[in-house]
């Protein structure tokens, strides 16, 4: 699967590239603005991502407003509910205002910085993303 991954720093970006590389191929966009180009150009060619990790605070366009852009850009075109990219939030920022916006924009999952390994792997797994390696998934269980 496709992963892009929007992040202006460069050490949590290094974090969530690893801790993604299990689930799928991951892009990187350094802003609000490229993350938008390419997420509309993957959109076109048909080959779409299926998972956004969005940092919000960032130069430019912040998560919040690529969320927002990002949405409208599939109402656009006709892209609706389950059949929309599933965004998780990945933030410094655990302000209830923030976190209240976030969801009302439908981002899927929310997650607060420094990251809780645990959670997003039971975040991947809700959104029914699973990883190609066994020690990434700390919610595997025994019965196999
Ligand atoms: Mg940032």
């Not at 960032?58 to 006709?78: A, I, N």
């Amino acid at each position: 699967m496709k992963i892009l991954l929007v992040e202006d720093d460069i050490v949590s970006r290094s974090v969530m590239m690893k801790l993604l590389a299990v689930y799928g191929e991951i892009e990187i966009a350094q802003n609000g603005e490229k993350a938008l180009d390419m997420f509309f150009k993957a959109f076109e060619k048909k080959a779409p991502y299926h998972l956004v990790a969005l940092d919000i605070m960032m130069p430019g366009k912040d998560g919040q407003q690529v969320l927002k852009e990002l949405r409208k850009f599939e109402y656009d075109k006709g892209v609706m509910g389950h059949d929309g990219v599933k965004v998780i939030m990945i933030t410094a920022l655990d302000d209830r205002k923030n976190i209240l916006e976030a969801f009302r924009s439908q981002c899927e999952a929310y997650l607060t910085k420094p990251i809780n390994v645990k959670r997003l792997h039971e975040e991947m797994t809700k959104l029914g993303f699973s990883s190609k390696s066994e020690k990434a998934s700390p919610l595997k269980r025994t019965d196999e």
